[in-house]
């Protein structure tokens, strides 16, 4: 029984391990592959791999044909496969079972105990042209043979695992985290107070706090402040919902002002209008990554001593007139959920200003009300940065504005591809505003946003809403005197918005798809 595969192939077969048939009696034992039973292919070359010196790496290379099989004889190693979306880290210990590799898969060999002998099977005899031994030429390659089919809308896993950039990113997370772990700081340390100032000069500020998560940074942010009981604090009614969740948990009041139907952003023109006797502040958002117009904003607060916060949860790296989103008002609150522009590996967040004092306030808030241990001069809270994240958030922010710009690109696909389209809204962007695309937001007239969402889902393309019941309408706010109808922009965003997959991970591809099937259903109807 045997039969060849088609050499021709390369399709999504996955790697995966095999198990040998072990013949073992008193004479010793015997392992087995059999072609057609245990490994689809049939050898034309036997190869093995031993005397490898400490340290040493293999691999680093792809076959473009080629099936492989191979068994750790004796001893042990760490084989890595990508095939540019989908990465694999097997670790061969055994001579009962092999690693089946097929075509298309990039190898890196590591970790090779001293004594191991790798042996290979190969369904072609050595051909150089069937190689790549270049990372970069191997991804074009193999993004140009794979059909993308689906797009998700996110897909964070992508960040350590895929390409050389996520390998690498991969890695040096790894070893970040596991300094962390022998380092015996737990809790703040060195980790932590490198990442705040990275973060601070960053930002372009004197400080960066880092806090628990975002909302908390919101919440210590006006603390800080003194804003709590008998305060309003302006926001936009067209915000995820931690920007009032903050102002409500302080003990203030949020007052809501309709956004710019074109932005989503704070309108600005509007902000006068709300300003009451009890107003202490306004927390502009930079929703979906882009700056919200601040000169204003600053002008009106100056002449009425108003504390400006810049909510800039979703613009890390965002510039207005090239200046960095968070070094614009008198502070600003930074998350770093997972999901954001610079995102941990769990919760955390920062406050960034430029103000001492206030940024040692935030500090002891954050940190029981205490700057001296078991002192504590304010009823602070525990809301501090984690060093693992800390750790790992410096290793993203090396990444950041690559990160940011690849964003960029793949937002003028969409610009470009999904242009002119009637019944279509595409984001604005503001002449002073180098957004950051946080998420493409797209508005769908007419209401067909569910028809879309629903077209793009049949068609295994992932959609979100940023977001579908405005401020004002949350369950959570019914005892506000809030009115339904008082923000029409921010009612008509909830209705229309939808926004399509965009993350540095992305692929021109997978973006194209998106496209691609976006214009079809216009086309069809
Ligand atoms: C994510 C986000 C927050 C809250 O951040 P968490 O870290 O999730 O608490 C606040 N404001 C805006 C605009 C956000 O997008």
Redesign the pocket.
């Known amino acids: 029984m045997s039969f060849k595969i088609n050499s021709q192939s390369f399709g999504p077969e996955e790697p995966k391990i095999i198990p040998l048939t072990l013949v073992v009696d008193e004479r010793g034992c015997i392992g087995v592959a059999e072609a057609g039973a245990h490994i689809p292919f049939n050898p034309e070359r036997f190869y093995f791999i031993t005397a490898i010196p400490e340290g040493a790496e293999r691999g680093g290379h792809a076959h473009k044909q080629l099936w492989q099989f191979l068994v750790a004889i004796r001893g042990s190693v760490t084989i890595e496969l990508t095939d540019g979306r989908r990465s694999y880290s097997f670790h061969l210990t055994n001579f009962d079972r092999g690693l089946l590799v097929p075509p298309g898969w990039w190898r890196d060999m590591r970790n090779f105990r001293s004594d191991a002998l790798l042996a290979v099977l190969a369904s072609r005899p050595y051909e150089e042209e069937d190689y790549i031994r270049d990372l970069s030429e191997f991804l074009a390659w193999s993004a140009s043979n794979a059909e993308v089919n689906s797009v998700p809308y996110l897909s964070l896993q992508r960040q350590v695992s895929v390409g050389q950039e996520g390998q690498g990113f991969g890695a040096a997370i790894r070893r970040a985290s596991q300094e962390v772990l022998q380092s015996g700081y737990y809790i703040g340390g060195p980790d932590v107070a490198a990442f705040e100032e990275a973060f601070a000069e960053f930002s372009q500020t004197e400080k960066a706090i880092g806090v628990g998560?975002?909302?908390?940074a919101?919440e210590l942010a006006l603390l800080a402040e003194g804003i709590g009981p008998g305060d309003e604090v302006i926001i936009p009614a067209h915000?995820?919902v931690?920007?009032a969740l903050a102002v409500v948990n302080v003990g203030a009041r949020p007052t809501l002002v309709d956004v710019e139907a074109d932005t989503g952003l704070i309108d600005c023109t509007r902000i006068e209008g709300a300003i009451g006797p009890a107003t202490r502040a306004i927390i502009p958002?930079h929703?979906y990554g882009h700056p919200v117009d601040m000169d204003p904003i600053l002008r009106l607060a100056e002449g009425r001593s108003l504390y400006v916060l810049e909510?800039a949860?979703?613009a890390h790296g965002a510039t207005y007139h090239g200046r960095p989103c968070g070094s614009l008002g008198h502070a600003a609150?930074f998350?770093?959920?997972p999901t954001?522009n610079l995102g941990a590996m769990g919760?955390?967040?920062a406050v960034t200003t430029s103000d001492l004092v206030r940024a040692a306030t935030v500090r002891k808030l954050a940190n029981y009300g205490s700057a001296t241990r078991y002192v504590h001069e304010l009823v602070g809270r525990n809301s501090r940065l984690d060093p693992v994240q800390a750790a790992i958030l410096s290793c993203k922010l090396l990444r950041l504005p690559a990160w940011n710009e690849r964003r960029r690109v793949l937002a003028h696909l969409y610009l470009e591809g999904l242009a002119g389209i009637d019944g279509l809204v595409l984001p604005a962007i503001r002449s002073w505003a180098m957004p950051v695309w946080h998420v493409f937001a797209v508005r769908v007239k007419n209401g067909r946003r569910e028809e879309l969402a629903r077209f793009l889902d049949q068609h295994q393309i992932g959609t979100n809403i940023h977001y579908p019941i405005p401020v004002h309408e949350q369950p959570c706010f019914a005892t506000q005197d809030w009115i339904k109808g008082s923000f029409p922009n921010a009612e008509m965003l909830s209705r229309e918005v939808l926004s399509l997959p965009l993350d540095p991970f992305h692929t021109d591809e997978e973006i194209r798809l998106v496209v691609r099937t976006v214009v079809g259903f216009f086309l069809r109807s």
């Open positions: 998560n975002g909302l908390e919101l915000t995820f931690a920007t958002v929703l909510d949860a979703q609150a998350s770093f959920y954001k919760d955390a967040g």
